[in-house]
């Protein structure tokens, strides 16, 4: 059975920083493609960030380069999604999504003073 699990959301001002966690289990995770996603209120779902395969190649959204980092530990069947210098407008829900298919619940992310 295919699970996708994140944690690490939570309330943060402005300008500071979360790493978020996916923690996946029931298929071949090191060389599997995992995207970050998030969905604020009243907005479509959009894509984050993506980390593909063995070779950790990444993709970044452009409102988000630079300031967030997605990063994988094999040994821990785990994906991060680092996120710095956080502005109100990355206030959201945030996914993982592997290989295209499979959903994780969500972590709740607020930025607010």
């Known amino acids: 059975q295919v699970q996708l699990v994140e944690s690490g959301g939570g309330l943060v001002q402005p300008g500071g920083s979360l790493r978020l966690s996916c923690v996946a289990s029931?298929?071949?995770?090191?060389?599997?493609?995992i995207s970050w996603y998030r969905q604020a209120p009243g907005k479509e779902r959009e894509l984050v960030a993506t980390?593909?395969?063995?070779?950790?190649?990444?993709n970044y959204a452009d409102s988000v380069k630079d300031r967030f980092t997605i990063s994988r530990d094999n040994d821990k069947n785990t994906v991060y999604l680092q996120m710095s210098s956080l502005k109100p407008e990355d206030t959201a829900v945030y996914y993982c999504?592997?290989?295209?298919?499979?959903w994780g619940q969500g972590t709740q992310v607020t930025v607010s003073s």
């Open positions: 999504k592997g290989n295209g298919f499979w």
């Open positions: 029931g298929f071949t995770f090191s060389t599997s493609t």
């Open positions: 980390i593909f395969g063995t070779r950790a190649i990444t």
